[in-house]
């Protein structure tokens, strides 16, 4: 197990709730000083401390423990519906026009005429 590339997953989802270290320490209940040691990959995480930060993080423990995700087809529909139900219809139709417009260019970038 790959526990440099595990608190780097950590540390990118962490940005990108712009959440700061301590932050993150504080929800899961650890020092920022282990948050830091897990980022680096300097010290292993416990089950309970991993699952915690999966949780505060709102996303699967895979997404942690593996570079990619090979999500079917259902599972991806699955979380599309759950994003949906959080919109107004105004915020739904909005999201469908950009999803068949990306659906058009990606069309046409599969098929070169």
């Given at each position: ?9 950590i ?50 423990t895979?997404?942690?423990?593996y570079d ?8 991806i529909k ?29 069309d046409?970038?599969r098929?070169?005429?």
């Amino acid at each position: 197990m790959d526990y440099y590339k595990i608190g780097q997953r950590i540390r990118k989802f962490r940005k990108a709730y712009r959440l700061s270290q301590e932050q993150l320490a504080e929800k899961v209940g650890i020092s920022t000083t282990h948050m830091s040691h897990i980022e680096t990959g300097n010290t292993k995480l416990s089950l309970p401390v991993f699952v915690e930060i999966a949780k505060v993080l709102c996303i699967q423990t895979d997404e942690l423990l593996y570079d990619t995700l090979q999500k079917d087809k259902t599972a991806i529909k699955g979380e599309l519906e759950e994003i949906l139900d959080s919109c107004s219809i105004q915020d739904m139709h909005i999201i469908e026009d950009v999803i068949k417009a990306v659906k058009v260019s990606l069309d046409k970038y599969r098929d070169p005429d």
